[in-house]
């Protein structure tokens, strides 16, 4: 059954509304009584998005966040 929600209700809930029409469920949206759009689920097209390391950045090493010695130094002096 599609529910009708008010713009204002919406905006204030459009995550929760997002959340409950990926799970089916169909929302018509409102101004001043008259319907104007209306929120349903979308069928998931193929494969979830695998990122192409296009800018090659991998995996961080586990030593990353260590004290440099030579950075170190120049702070020091």
Same mark, same amino acid.
């Given at each position: 059954?599609?529910e #009708?929600?008010?713009l204002?209700d919406?905006?204030?809930?459009?995550?929760s509304?997002?959340?409950q029409?990926a799970? +089916?469920? %169909? #929302?018509?949206?409102?101004?001043?009584g008259?319907?104007?759009?209306?929120?349903v689920?979308i069928a998931?097209? +193929?494969?979830?998005?695998?990122?192409?390391?296009?800018?090659?950045? +991998?995996?961080?090493?586990a030593? #990353?966040?260590a004290?440099?010695a %030579?950075?170190?130094?120049? #702070? %020091?002096?």
């Amino acid at each position: 059954m599609t529910e #009708f929600v008010s713009l204002y209700d919406a905006k204030t809930r459009l995550s929760s509304l997002v959340d409950q029409a990926a799970m +089916g469920e %169909e #929302f018509v949206i409102s101004k001043n009584g008259v319907p104007l759009a209306k929120l349903v689920p979308i069928a998931q097209r +193929g494969q979830m998005r695998v990122p192409a390391h296009a800018m090659g950045v +991998g995996p961080l090493p586990a030593d #990353f966040d260590a004290p440099d010695a %030579e950075i170190q130094a120049l #702070f %020091e002096g």
